[in-house]
């Protein structure tokens, strides 16, 4: 099975900060990643695909880089709004989700 | 709009089965794999499987092998999630998520919590 590792597992920033979040594949995984936002007792939301891809309607400040083992999500500007737990997916073989990053506002 | 909907919440003793269902709208059900995803509270997403709809095809987790199973009726255009023999770390909310052909898991269902309780 293919695990990914995510760091760190919580941060606290202040808003308009940049917050990065790194995920790491246990082999390589090109470019097979996608992101999700979770806000408490809601369903995750897609934020980025094929691991640098924005989805639609998706605000510019967020953004996603990486390639192999090695990948970043990163939300140039934090806002209020993004108070949230944050997971990485790969879906080069079945699935696998990281842990999560639970980001909060300082 | 594009939408799945689940069923509501289960409250199971131990050693009991539940099936949990996923009721797609709006779009072509069988275009879509749909997947399931087990969230325990205070923990992260956990990736149980997935079903074919175009023949019914299951794969699951290694975890999940044996202790899940996943069925469809594309009749009505509906997923299904058995558990059976339950225990209490079976106490989740289990999600079902529609994949598109970006392998991304675009529209996700609204959750059902299952409680597993004596």
């Known amino acids: 099975d293919i695990q990914m590792t995510q760091s760190p597992s919580s941060l606290s920033a202040s808003v308009g900060d940049r917050v990065t979040i790194t995920c790491q594949a246990s082999q390589d995984i090109g470019k097979y990643l996608n992101w999700y936002q979770q806000k408490p007792g809601k369903a995750p939301k897609l934020l980025i695909y094929g691991a640098d891809y924005l989805e639609k309607g998706v605000p510019s400040r967020v953004s996603g880089s990486g390639s192999a083992t090695d990948f970043t999500f990163t939300i140039s500007s934090l806002q209020p709004e993004d108070v949230a737990t944050y997971y990485c997916q790969q879906y080069h073989t079945l699935r696998t989700f990281g842990q999560g990053t639970k980001v909060h506002i300082k | 709009q594009v939408q799945l909907v689940q069923s509501g919440a289960e409250v199971k003793p131990p050693g009991a089965s539940v099936k949990v269902s996923c009721k797609a709208s709006e779009y072509i059900f069988t275009d879509y794999y749909v997947h399931w995803v087990r969230q325990a509270p205070g923990q992260g997403l956990e990736w149980m499987g997935w079903i074919d709809p175009t023949n019914g095809a299951p794969e699951y987790a290694q975890k999940f092998q044996g202790a899940v199973t996943m069925t469809m009726d594309t009749s009505i255009s509906t997923a299904y999630l058995e558990l059976t023999r339950l225990k209490s770390d079976d106490t989740a909310v289990y999600y079902c998520?529609?994949?598109?052909?970006?392998?991304?898991?675009?529209?996700w269902g609204q959750g059902s919590t299952v409680i597993v309780s004596s």
């Open positions: 998520a529609r994949e598109d052909p970006r392998f991304s898991m675009d529209v």
